[in-house]
């Protein structure tokens, strides 16, 4: 019979796996000594811990009061971004607390926007500039004339470590860990497949962030002795929607069944893909799960898109299966 096979896309995105894991694969020693099946083992312990989901968060000790009348301004890299648009949403409640204006803007993933959206931001004069998946060093000539001007800059996901970020004026960076984040997408391919994945990477080498999770996913998958690596794709996010297609339809041509799992730093790439994936005419079962980071855990959100997943593949050929969490049911989009 004819090889059924199964492509998970939108499942695995690192920006927003924000999983607190315990050890796994230490990147630096002992991991050529891992046999195929403990590492499969490691990898299934991981995804357990991954799915849990977390009921109580540690609470910050209460900060000082909030200064009248201020107005601060988030700039996301991408809102399209669930990651960043999360943390949007979680300025524009703080600001409401504390009864501070806030304004938002949009970068698109777009390079040709970045100059004309941060002198918008300027021109308000803001007390204070909030940074959503901005790189630092792509950001740098930008906010030069708001240190200049005294406004205070923060981050989030700005660069891969935390803290303050060094040659520039980035006070405090909040990330989560990017190696642990690859570590769980990576484990979690490793795991579904039995050990036998055959992966194609999709980072974004403008972000030292996206580019750490993208070396540390390809480490990893290729310490699995029965995985494989078939690419490493570079794709700037903002040129995803019109590229996306004919790197698909090169990738299906080149490897065809082979081509198994995909791993990224943002599921922008699968937006643009799973279209081509099902036109080509290939046995192709996808699961894709929709989910609001203030409705769902994410937890939740990788079940379901195992569940779109299975029912896809019995379903038949060429489907695409949506999981609605607000009509709790699933629904074909494409056959």
């Not at 002795?225 to 004919?246: A, H, P, Q, R, W």
Request: hydrophobic share 45%.
């Amino acid at each position: 019979m004819h090889r059924q096979f199964i492509r998970k896309f939108n499942i695995i995105l690192g920006a927003i796996l924000f999983a607190c894991i315990g050890p796994f694969f230490d990147v630096t020693a002992g991991i050529n000594k891992k046999s195929a099946d403990d590492l499969v083992i490691e990898s299934q312990k991981i995804v357990e811990v991954a799915l849990q989901t977390t009921k109580n968060w540690p609470q910050l000790p209460p900060g000082p009061p909030g200064l009248p009348d201020k107005t601060i301004v988030y700039i996301g890299e991408d809102l399209r971004n669930a990651g960043i648009l999360g943390v949007g949403e979680g300025v524009r409640e703080g600001a409401a607390c504390i009864n501070w204006r806030a304004k938002f803007f949009d970068m698109g993933g777009d390079d040709s926007a970045r100059a004309a959206i941060f002198e918008q931001a300027l021109a308000l004069r803001p007390d204070g500039l909030i940074l959503g998946g901005v790189d630092a060093k792509v950001a740098a000539p930008f906010l030069k004339p708001f240190n200049k001007a005294g406004i205070p800059i923060v981050g989030w996901h700005v660069s891969p470590f935390p803290g303050a970020v060094s040659n520039s004026p980035i006070l405090l960076n909040v990330p989560t860990d990017s190696v642990e984040v690859a570590k769980t997408a990576a484990s979690y391919v490793i795991a579904e497949s039995s050990g036998k994945a055959k992966v194609v990477i999709f980072t974004d080498s403008r972000f030292a962030i996206a580019m750490k999770k993208a070396d540390t996913m390809a480490q990893i998958i290729k310490l699995c002795k029965g995985c494989e690596l078939l690419d490493t794709i570079d794709l700037t996010l903002d040129k995803v929607s019109f590229l996306m297609e004919k790197i698909t339809e090169r990738l299906l041509n080149k490897y065809g069944e082979n081509w198994e799992y995909s791993l990224a730093i943002n599921d922008l790439y699968y937006d643009y893909a799973v279209a081509q994936i099902v036109l080509n005419g290939q046995p192709a079962h996808i699961g894709v799960a929709e989910a609001s980071l203030t409705t769902e855990e994410l937890s939740q959100s990788i079940k379901k898109a195992d569940e779109a997943l299975y029912t896809a593949k019995n379903s038949g050929r060429n489907r695409v299966e949506i999981y609605s969490a607000e009509g709790a049911s699933f629904e074909n989009i494409v056959s």
